[in-house]
T-cell receptor, first 112, second 113 residues
């Protein structure tokens, strides 16, 4: 079983739609959680952290459910520029340092 | 700040050739790492370094060597390239092993024929 699992998509949505991605993780000792965004043929960039209480950044809302070991990302009012792959990242303290574990990503395609 | 830089952007190698992928950062970050990204798989850690002179193996170290003689530079050496090493390679850095926000370089697309 992969440590971090994501639906690869693609999610094809029209502009203005609301779309949600989920990500599950296998290790209950995972401590911190993030969403990264990766544009086609570019490097991953941090989109937002995910806090236990849930957090919002403009049109983006991230939530964490520790009991069920999943995190989610909700994008409201989708824009063409939101088209990208969204990587779920969890951290685990192992071997004396924080190890970042990446999911394979969920691809989003927003069309006019 | 240039952030994390990588060279080359693209490279084609023949099986058995060796080469070095360069990575540099100008943010005075202690922690640097190399990942490879393959279709359908998450980024996988190859090697990492928690400071100058200190390196360690990640999840998929076989066939790769690293060194960290300065804080700024963290080159990745392919000793004898194999087709299985065809991938996109990303270098990353963060302030220290205890911090979490990680910055990536633009990547090197490597093809081994």
């Amino acid at each position: 079983r992969k440590e971090v699992e994501q639906d690869p998509g693609p999610f094809n949505v029209p502009e203005g739609a609301t779309v949600a991605f989920n990500c599950t993780y296998s290790n209950s000792a995972s401590q911190s959680f993030f969403w990264y965004r990766q544009d086609c043929r570019k490097e991953p960039k941090l989109l937002m952290s995910v806090y236990s209480s849930g957090n919002e950044d403009g049109r983006f809302t991230a939530q964490l459910n520790r009991a069920s070991q999943y995190i989610s990302l909700l994008i409201r009012d989708s824009k063409l520029s939101d088209s990208a792959t969204y990587l779920c990242v969890v951290t685990l303290f192992s071997g004396g340092y924080n190890k970042l574990i990446f999911g394979a990503g969920t691809r989003l395609a927003v069309h006019p | 700040n240039a952030g994390v830089t990588q060279t080359p952007k693209f490279q084609v190698l023949k099986t058995g050739q060796s080469m070095t992928l360069q990575c540099a950062q100008d943010m005075n970050h202690e922690y640097m790492s190399w990942y490879r990204q393959d279709p359908g798989m998450g980024l996988r850690l190859i090697h990492y370094s928690v400071g100058a002179g200190i390196t360690d193996q990640g999840e998929v170290p076989n066939g790769y060597n690293v060194s960290r003689s300065t804080t700024e530079d963290f080159p990745l050496r392919l000793l004898s390239a194999a087709p299985s090493q065809t991938s996109v390679y990303f270098c990353a850095s963060r302030l220290s092993r205890d911090t979490l926000e990680q910055y990536f370089g633009p990547g090197t697309r490597l093809t081994v024929t």
